[in-house]
């Protein structure tokens, strides 16, 4: 996922901000894994990042998300960000549902 970061008073075109899957699949983009692997060695390849799940910069390590991984082998690169999807929409939404998360929504900043 990705959402356009505030507007700016500059010319410049906004980059978008990537969080969950997008920020993931960044991260093995840029460390060039093949599949198939483990979620072990997923997270060895790629240095245990954090990684954020919402567009608040809200992170989580990919060795926790792996942690509540259903399965531990992945044959494609699709099948694994398929896989750790839900982990990541379903810390978002605690982390929206939360009196702090409520609270942040009501402010304009």
């Known amino acids: 996922m990705g959402v356009r970061p505030p507007q ?3 010319d ?7 969080f ?3 920020a993931l699949d960044d991260h093995l983009e840029r460390a060039g ?12 390849a790629l240095g ?14 990919l060795s ?3 942690d509540r991984l259903s399965r531990e082998r992945f044959d ?3 099948e694994f960000l398929n896989a750790v999807h839900p982990i990541f929409e379903a810390k978002r939404e605690r982390a929206n549902n939360s009196v702090i ?9």
């Not at 410049?12 to 990537?18: G, I, T």
């Not at 198939?36 to 997923?42: I, N």
């Open 33 to 44: 894994v093949t599949f198939p692997m483990t979620a072990e060695e997923l997270t060895a």
């Open 8 to 10: 700016q008073d500059d």
């Open 20 to 22: 969950g899957i997008a």
């Open 76 to 78: 494609t690169r699709q």
């Open 101 to 109: 998360g409520q609270l942040r929504a009501l402010l304009p900043f």
């Open 12 to 18: 410049e075109a906004p980059e978008a901000v990537a």
């Open 48 to 61: 245990d990042p954090t990684v954020p799940y919402d567009a608040k910069g809200n992170e989580m390590r």
């Open 64 to 66: 926790e998300a792996c």
